[in-house]
């Protein structure tokens, strides 16, 4: 019951939040800047969220980790550059699980490199007690995969994805959505994203947030089966909506640490494991 009941408040919580990373409907003032490192991790998962609810046994567990280096930089007042570089560390296990939903087994195997880096620009458009920004974001057809493996560090795509991002906040309390499209080459499906938080602060260095993700196809992809489908790294026709919290402490005006964990409620080619991420930054 309490379990249940976490959910609610949680699910609530997205009516009010969103987007990830730092930013909110925020720009950065002139010539200042946000940089952070971040790890992420899923460990050792063997099942996958199908749409109908039923679920994928994988043949062999995966492990997906994230390094991330992120920063936004302020043109102007209301103008901000974002940029974002992942490095991927996949791999599957040598045991075969003997309840996999595979008739055949891929080879077990590792695989490092980078993953879809993107530049995006900020623009803000209302300034004042409610903030309005508009996002273009665009992701580069940049990864590495292994056929004979089903593992990749990213989509074999390129992705343009322009998002409205509202919100505002007090020195003790924020709140901002935000809502695109994501348009991607190579015959993947075009989908709805969206990305909530809502934060209080406490003690005056502790930021402590309730946040969600949703991802939903608009039209479906026509890309033939490729082996993402055994792991569930980065295949075509993903879905979910997730939500989770984030802690934040401020070290200094400058350094600060960060840490979230997500759940998705539910999805499709996507595990059901929750990932975690650590994260330190640094602002000038």
Known sequence: MKRAALKIVLLLMLIFQAVAFGGGPWTQPA?????????????????LFTADGSGITLNRDVTD?????YFEF??????????????????????????????????AGSLSGFGNPGLAVKF?????????????????????RERNTGLRTGYFARSVIPSLIVGGGTS??????????????????????ANMEAGYSFFGKLW???????????????????????????????EYIAYGVKMIYEISPKWGINGSIFSAGSGNLVPKTAPFTVGLYYKW
Do not use: C, W
């Not at 790890?39 to 998962?45: K, N, P, S, V, W």
């Not at 007042?77 to 003997?98: E, S």
């Not at 003790?172 to 994203?193: H, K, M, Q, T």
């Open 74 to 107: 302020g043109v102007n007042d209301r103008l901000t550059l974002i940029g974002y570089i992942p490095y991927k560390m996949v791999k599957t296990a040598d045991d075969i699980n003997p309840n996999g939903d595979f008739a055949d087994t891929l080879m």
């Open 172 to 193: 003790r309390f924020y709140a901002f959505a935000e809502a695109g499209v994501r348009l991607r080459s190579n015959g993947y499906s075009n989908d709805f994203v």
């Open 208 to 238: 402590l947030a309730g946040a969600g993700d949703i991802l939903q196809t608009l039209s479906e992809g026509n890309r033939p089966a490729d082996g993402s489908e055994h792991t569930g790294l980065y295949a075509d026709g993903q």
């Open 31 to 47: 010539n200042r800047g946000y940089g952070q490192l971040s790890f992420t991790g899923i460990l050792a998962y063997d099942r």
């Open 124 to 144: 803000s458009l209302i300034r004042g007690k409610v903030l309005l920004s508009g996002q273009v974001r665009i992701d580069a057809e940049i990864f590495a």
């Open 65 to 69: 980790m994230t390094l991330m280096g």
